[in-house]
Every structure is written in C-alpha cells, then in structure tokens.
C-alpha cells in the first residue's frame, strides 16, 4: 500500500495536497469541474495513479481509461456535452464518513467543499443513455442509491416542449436557491423557521424523451453535492424515510375513530416497533395525514355522509336513513340499522333519549336512542342528528323514529327539556312520558337552603319519600304535605313546582305501567352518550363523527355477543334445591338470572304465609316479609287461582319489571309450583328472545369484510408468526427475512405500478371506503342555537336551556373560576393577603411603629 506526502496537478487540472491511500481512490475522484452540475460519466477502477500523479499537462485531454460508456444509438445529443475541463484546480480533502454514508471531500479555491457519496457499484445508476420505459422504476432507482449515498430526492418539474425534446429531472433534496429575504426593523415578521435547508445542491439524474416515443434517456448524472451527506444513524428523518406506508396510515385512521389522536398513535407504534427509528414518519406526519383526511373531506362533508348513509339502505338488510333538507342544507338526521330495529321489538317498551353536545365540527346535536336489553345493557334504537333543540327539531326526529318503528313505546324518558316533552306529548299520545328523578333530585341540594343539619335531615326524609316505589297516590301526597309543615317548606316555590308535575316524574303514579321501573332516571341514556363521546370529538367532521359512532356500536355490540357467548357457555350456581330455581337458570339471562335467583332464596328464608283464605277456586295469603335481622317490616296479599296457576301480589314486581317477587314464591312453594308458568316469562327477559342474525359478521360496522381486507390481514397474520416463532433464533430470521426480500424484488417487479393507488386522495378513498360522489350539492352549516329549553320570557318555549345552580357552580370549577376564599375572615372574592382587616391591621400596625420610632427620636434629641 503506497501512500504519497506530496503535491501533484493530474491531467484534469485537480490539485492533491493530502496524505491519503492510493488503495481508497479511484480515478473517477479526480474527475471534478467546477461546474457543479456536471461530472463524467460513472467512472473506472484505474490503477495508474502513481504515473498519472507526476503529470502536470493541464491542457491534455483525458484518457481512454476516463471515456464514457457507449450511449444508446438511439440517444441524439442535443447540446454540448455538460463535462467540461475545469476552470480552476480543486483539491482533494479526503474521506468523510457519517455512520453508514461514506463520502470523498474537494475543496474548491475559494473554500467551498462537494462531497461525492462512495455507494456500492450495485446501487449505482446506470451508464449514460441507458433507456427505461417506465418513470416509476427510475424513481425507485434512483431513491434506493440516494438512500445508501445519504440524501434525499425530490422530483423536478418536466420541461415539456411541443414538437422537441422533453425533459424529466429527479434532483437532491437539497436543490434550489434559498430565500435569505430582506431583514427590515419596520417590518420585521418572525418566520416559520430560521433554519435554511437549500444550498443549491446541483446533484441529479436527467433523462430525455423524443418526440413519439415513450422510452426515457439517461443523458446526464451529476453525482457531487455542496453539503455533506446523511449518515444512516438519521437517515430515518429523511423524505423517503417519513414517507407513511398504507398500513400506518390506516392505523392512524382506525385510532382516530377511538378518539385517539396522532401523537398517541405515534407513541403507540414506537412503542410495538421498539423505538423511534423503527418508525416511518415523525409526529408531525402523522398529524399531516390526519389533517390531509379532513382536506379530503372539506365542503364534500354534506354529500359524503347522506351517500354513505343511503348506500348502507342498499347493502344492507333492512337499514333506515331518512334526512332532511333546507335550502341545500342538511338539517337532521336518522338512521337506524337492522340490529338496532331487531332490539326495538323486544326491548322498546321504555325508551330514553336526551341531547349530547361536543360531537362534530358543526355543533350538531347528537341524540341516540337508548333502551334496556335482556342482559341489563344499554341498546341503541337508532340515532339522531339535529341542528338545533327547537320543538320542531324534535318533533320530526320523533316523526322519523315512527317510520323506522311503529310500534309507540310504554314509557318514555327525557330530562326536564320543555321542547322534548312537547315533542313527546305530539308524537306519542298514547305513552307515558316520565321525568328523569336524578335530575329533580340533584338540584334538591342547591334549593333548600338552611343550616347543614336541617338541610340533610330534609334531603333525607324527600328521597325517603319520592324513591318509595310501594305506596300509593294518596299515601305519597298526604305524607308530601306532612313533611312540607314539619319543616316549614309549604311556601317553597320549586318544591311547590315539583309537587305541581308529581305525576310525571314520582314512581308511585307510575306503579300500574308494565316496566315502569326499568329505567328511573336516564342514567342508562348518559352512559350511552358517554360511551359516544369517548369515541368522537368536536373536531370530527360529520363524516369522520359516522365512522366514530360505528365504532363504538361495535363495541356496544361486542359486549353483548360476549354476554351471549359466556351464557352459553357456562351454568349459574344454584343456591337451594329447588326445582323452580333450576327452571330459572335455563330460561334467563344470566344477569335476570340472579335478580330471580334472589327472589327465590329470599322467598324461601325471609318470608313465611298463613293459612290461605279460600274463595271459591282462589286462595288468597298473606306474606310477612321480614329485614335480615328477622324481623318483620311489612305485609302482601297474593292471590293465587288453583285453576290455571294465575297469580297475583300486592308489591306488583311483576309488572313494575317484568319477573316474580318473593312473595309468590314463597306461595309457591306450599302449592307445589315446581316451574315459573309460561304467562309469567317476560319475551324481554328470555336467553334466546333476539334473532341469530344480529350477530353475524355482516350486521358490523366497523368490520371491513373485503376479500382483499381478509387476505391482507391474513398475510400480515403469517409474517408475524413466522417471525414470532423465530424471535430467538437470528439465523433463521436472517434467512426468513431475505427470502422476503426476494418475494419482495418479484412482486414489485412482476405487479405493474398503478401511480393512481397511490396518490393521497385515493388512498384516503380507500381507508374511509365512502362511496363515490358527483358534483357536492348539500352543505353543512354550523349550529348556533346550544340549547332550547325552558325560558319564561320566550314564547313556545324555544329560549336557551335552563342551568341550575349546581351547574353553574361545576362550569365555574371547570373554567377556574371560583371565588377565593379569605383564609381570616372566610369571605369569598380575596385572599389573606389582600383582605381589608388583614391591610388595615398592617397599616395601623406601621402607624404604632413610626410612633415609637418618632417618640425614641425625641428622647434623644431632648436636651433635659
């Protein structure tokens, strides 16, 4: 190995003023110009050195071993060859190395450096006027040595000339001139960034095409940049390397439809890569593709969700949509799925629904429809959107749910909004509409005033009473206005007011209503709303808000096929040996299972009967029932017919929630009723009272059921077994992974390019799979009214929704804005330190101190 201490001007005018390894160079190093857009063609390995390093002739021509490659017969130069004999000498540095990237250095006269990346020889392009004919093999071609050399590409613009020679360019990165701009001190405005990342870096591919042909020319390739290269240990922040596959962007979607945004997914695939260098693409990309999704979507948002929605009419068995339009504009909202129809028959008894804020970007108000199925879970009936809470907008949100499900419902349940019971009272004559208690007695607290002794003891004795679901009309109303006299509340106006509605909301004036106490309050409807929102946002457009609300239907419906699954395959534990209590375990559900099982063991130890009084063929008895100190609390008749087994209890369970009570057990036992009769199983309450079909594969949302879905997902569920199964081996992972690699030079080799499936708006298409839509027609506008409630200055009752004190003391928390509390004289508005007794006791405080310090002064002044 020789290695040379001297100075030498070779025949290309390159002056070499370094102690360097004549093994590390090759000939072609020596072959720079100035003219930074042009080298030679890709060079030889010489082994001249040594003689050519002597010569000094700067104005003879290069040998043959420096000759370019043979050009295609077919390439026609147009212009002047771009290699040209330099200028000015430059010098060669060395090498440079950054991690993985190795690169040769020059400097020119004046300072500057170009760097020319040392790549394999397979990655290398081609020779000069070799001929391709598809654009998509150059790119990657190109991009596979860009990614060894250590930069980036980016694509030029095609110069496309009528009747002459086009041009098509693929440059570094790093091309263009930078904008330094003009720095003012009038007009100074802080830039995005203060970083600048062109140089004007002239490395690049160039091909040409003739006029009437497709093939591409390789006619020039400038190898050297003007800036140093990107070691491997960050190539992993290049543009190639940021590039997001199709599978990262579906996962961001598929995450998003959680409410999981871009940074949690990009936290969450770090973590299953094993670290941020194994992800393609930094946070902000993944925020890039969230936001490009809502691009896609923009004022398309309208036609987007009614043709999806009327879509789903056509595909899907037995699916409701129905919409309605002003001016172009879409006002509401419903729709309703066959699943969702199916639970409506046997579970649509009692009906709940109320107003949920925060969903989508336009502040259209959702309203799902919530029922009770036979497991004890939140269903939904179907769902609603609609631009305002006016009586109108739910008078036909109401209208349609009648078209989707004729049959009224028993009992409905809302909150205290004026404009839906309204809307009730107009729609379902024939129902009983009930108040949510939970919201009356919330605000209990917040009206009766007084000390906290009194207030609880109150509190107390009203819950007591309200909650009671026993007693009768007349025993609520005389006890009512006991309570009111002991406490001297008669002339209290809510309380009055509440009293005044006490048939819309106390239990006992709804006893005689089959599944009365089903649902009390609406807390099964806020759980269901919860359940929505954890899954949406008030960013989400309405489109993007669908695919949220199918999501978690999905999850709602997942629950329920698991119950379903767990039912069948397992058996309750049964607490006594009678024979009416294994009955009950085949015939309920699970969870109604244990409410009957608890009947019938309470029936069995805490009650006992008499002796029945027998008219004609029915016997009637009397139940004690007592607490578990044994000790009795209260009594019930139950009648019960000999003929037909016909049997009737004063507590009317039964019918206030559709299973029987102790107390008929307890008679049933003397009477040898070893089964529950048929006339007292509740449909509602069966283990098989739903369809199979509810839950088959095809009744999902959220489950993309396309062949090429399920083969996809089956290879990726290969690779990763085979890797998984090999995780410990490195031999057989390296020989796994480069048969793949192999696979992966034949697919992409044999499939031909579609350009089409990749751009960005056809793979947005493909991920939220919305059909196809013609010129946009319907829009959406943002909803201003937040709440239409009760308002006594406002005619028809369409004013803002009313906000109780408790509410405006949790907004006031939310929004940190409560008023501090004086830590001295405990008022609100101040604190300690900024309390008026605590400054004036400063103040007089001083006063005292400047007295004496003015008394000692005068002392020592005094001369007696």
Not at 147 to 163: C, I, M, Q, Y
Request: net charge positive.
């Amino acid at each position: 190995m020789s290695t040379f201490d001297i100075s030498f001007i070779d025949s290309n005018g390159l002056i070499v003023n370094d102690d360097f390894d004549l093994s590390l160079i090759d000939s072609s190093d020596l072959i720079v110009t100035d003219d930074v857009e042009s080298v030679s063609a890709p060079s030889k390995s010489i082994d001249s050195l040594a003689q050519s390093s002597a010569t000094v002739d700067q104005s003879s021509e290069l040998s043959s071993d420096h000759t370019a490659p043979q050009v295609n017969p077919s390439f026609k130069r147009t212009r002047k060859s771009r290699s040209k004999k330099p200028k000015t000498p430059l010098i060669y540095v060395g090498i440079e190395s950054n991690g993985g990237a190795c690169s040769r250095v020059f400097s020119t006269p004046n300072g500057s450096k170009l760097y020319k990346p040392d790549v394999d020889a397979e990655f290398l392009p081609p020779p000069i006027g070799t001929v391709y004919t598809d654009w998509q093999e150059i790119v990657a071609m190109y991009s596979r040595y860009a990614s060894k050399a250590g930069f980036s590409t980016k694509l030029g613009t095609n110069k496309d000339r009528p009747e002459n020679v086009s041009f098509r360019f693929i440059h570094c990165h790093r091309y263009g001139k930078p904008r330094f701009g003009n720095f003012s001190m009038a007009n100074h405005h802080k830039r995005r960034s203060n970083r600048i990342k062109l140089t004007n870096c002239k490395a690049c591919i160039r091909f040409k095409i003739y006029p009437g042909t497709s093939d591409l020319i390789l006619y020039d390739w400038v190898e050297h940049h003007n800036h140093p290269l990107i070691g491997q240990e960050f190539m992993d922040f290049s543009k190639e390397q940021r590039t997001l596959t199709y599978s990262e962007q579906h996962m961001i979607h598929s995450l998003s439809l959680h409410n999981i945004g871009p940074n949690i997914a990009h936290k969450v695939q770090c973590t299953l890569k094993g670290g941020h260098h194994y992800v393609r693409g930094k946070r902000i990309d993944y925020k890039n593709w969230r936001r490009n999704i809502k691009l896609f979507i923009g004022h398309r948002d309208a036609q987007l969700t009614v043709n999806c929605l009327a879509s789903r009419t056509t595909n899907l068995h037995n699916f409701f949509f129905y919409y309605k339009v002003e001016q172009m504009v879409v006002k509401a909202l419903f729709w309703a799925d066959d699943v969702s129809r199916c639970h409506f028959i046997e579970f649509g008894d009692v009906l709940a629904f109320d107003a949920t804020y925060k969903t989508n970007m336009y502040k259209m108000i959702f309203v799902p429809f919530t029922g009770v199925d036979h497991h004890k879970r939140c269903v939904t009936f179907g769902a609603g959107l609609i631009c305002d809470e006016t009586i109108e907008s739910y008078v036909w949100l109401l209208e349609t749910f009648v078209k989707c499900h004729p049959k009224p419902p028993i009992l409905v349940l809302t909150d205290q909004d004026a404009a839906m019971r309204s809307a009730v009272l107009k729609v379902f004559p024939t129902s009983a509409h009930r108040l949510c208690m939970w919201h009356i007695m919330m605000k209990l607290p917040a009206k009766i005033k007084g000390c906290n002794v009194d207030n609880d003891e109150v509190r107390t004795a009203i819950h007591n009473l309200v909650w009671d679901v026993l007693i009768d009309k007349d025993d609520f109303e005389m006890r009512w206005n006991t309570l009111m006299s002991q406490y001297n509340l008669t002339g209290h106006d809510w309380l009055n007011d509440m009293y005044g509605i006490r048939e819309r909301w106390v239990p006992c004036y709804f006893s005689h209503l089959d599944m009365c106490c089903l649902m009390k309050t609406t807390s099964m409807c806020e759980s269901s709303n919860a359940m929505f929102k954890v899954n949406t946002n008030r960013h989400n457009s309405l489109l993007q808000f669908l695919m949220s609300f199918d999501t978690a239907i999905d999850g709602q419906r997942h629950n329920q096929r698991e119950l379903e699954f767990n039912m069948m395959n397992s058996s309750p534990l049964l607490h006594t040996n009678l024979r009416i209590e294994e009955h009950a375990s085949r015939i309920y559900t699970p969870a109604l299972f244990v409410e009957v099982q608890k009947e019938i063991e309470r029936g069995m130890l805490q009650c006992t009967n008499n002796t029945p009084t027998v008219i004609g063929d029915v016997k009637l008895y009397t139940v004690t029932q007592y607490n578990r100190h044994f000790v009795p609390v209260c009594q019930f008749e139950v009648a019960f017919d000999v003929r037909d087994k016909a049997t009737s209890c004063t507590c009317n369970l039964f019918t206030r929630i559709g299973y029987l009570c102790r107390h008929i057990f307890c008679v049933y036992r003397p009477e040898q009723v070893h089964a529950i009769p048929d006339r007292y199983i509740s449909n509602r309450w069966k283990r098989d009272s739903l369809p199979r079909r509810v839950y088959d594969i095809t009744n999902r949302y959220s489950v993309d059921n396309r062949v090429e879905t399920r083969l996809r997902n089956e290879i990726l569920d290969t690779v990763a077994l085979c890797a998984d199964r090999l995780r410990h081996n490195p031999t057989e992972l390296s020989a796994l992974c480069e048969q793949m690699k192999a696979l992966k030079i034949k697919i992409f080799a044999d499939v031909p390019y579609d350009p089409e499936c990749n751009r960005t708006n056809a793979v947005i298409s493909d991920i939220l799979r919305v059909p196809e839509t013609g010129p946009s027609t319907l829009i959406l506008q943002h909803s201003v009214t937040k709440g239409s409630g009760y308002d006594k200055d406002k005619e028809n009752n369409s004013g803002k929704r009313f906000v109780g004190p408790r509410e405006k003391a949790i907004n006031k928390i939310k929004k940190g804005k409560v008023a501090r509390l004086c830590g001295n004289c405990k008022q609100h508005g101040h604190n300690a330190r900024s309390c008026e007794k605590v400054q004036a006791a400063k103040a007089e405080a001083a006063a005292k101190l400047l007295a004496s310090k003015a008394s000692a002064a005068a002392t020592m002044t005094d001369p007696t």
